[in-house]
């Protein structure tokens, strides 16, 4: 994904503020990859659809305050920060959703019950991570971010990340161990 300062607009590093393209541009830039990370978050993308929005709304109304070196940033905050306010106190069952191509037919009957079955050990398995684990883990084999950006998107260090990474690894072998 590339940076938004190039794409936000043609404003120095001091100034601060979104006009309405510039609110557009990191709309598009961002929109997807923080439904992602809410999805993560929370397994549901309806939730997920309702925080991102609600965050851009919030961008919006405080855009004349917006820096957009750090509007990125802000963005994350203000999405976690919905989501902690959505979920304070509720234990969240990690639901993903599962894409399966609807035309396979070469597939014996018993081979799609064997399917199934493992993507609802998957789930079970995946849904059991605690979630900061599971965030990191998500964003890294799902879409395929670099520790880097993870660590970034989060506002925490590469090491935390690799921490996170490293438990989940751990998690995910030994309960598949047991459960296949």
């Known amino acids: 994904m590339p940076l938004v300062m190039g794409v936000l607009s043609n404003k120095t590093r001091a100034e601060t503020g979104l006009d309405q393209e510039g609110f557009e541009q990191l709309f598009d830039a961002y929109c997807d990859e923080l439904r992602h990370y809410v999805y993560y978050k929370s397994g549901d993308m309806e939730v997920a659809e309702d925080i991102v929005q609600d965050t851009f709304l919030k961008i919006w109304e405080m855009r004349s305050s917006v820096r957009t070196e750090t509007a990125r940033a802000l963005l994350y905050t203000i999405a976690t920060n919905q ?21 396979r037919t070469f597939e ?24 900061k684990s599971r965030v990191v883990f998500l964003m890294n084999r799902i879409d395929q971010m670099t520790y880097s950006e993870i660590a970034k998107n989060l506002d925490i260090s590469v090491k935390a990340v690799e921490k996170r990474m490293k438990k989940a690894l751990e998690y995910l072998h030994s309960e598949i161990e047991q459960k296949f």
């Not at 306010?85 to 990690?94: A, T």
């Not at 398995?125 to 605690?130: A, K, P, R, T």
Request: no cysteine.
């Open 83 to 103: 989501f902690a306010n959505k979920y304070k106190r509720q234990k969240l069952r990690f639901k993903f959703e599962q894409t399966i191509v609807e035309d």
């Open 108 to 131: 014996t009957p018993e081979f799609e019950l064997e399917v199934k079955e493992f993507d609802r050990k998957l789930q079970q398995v995946l849904s059991g991570l605690n979630e």
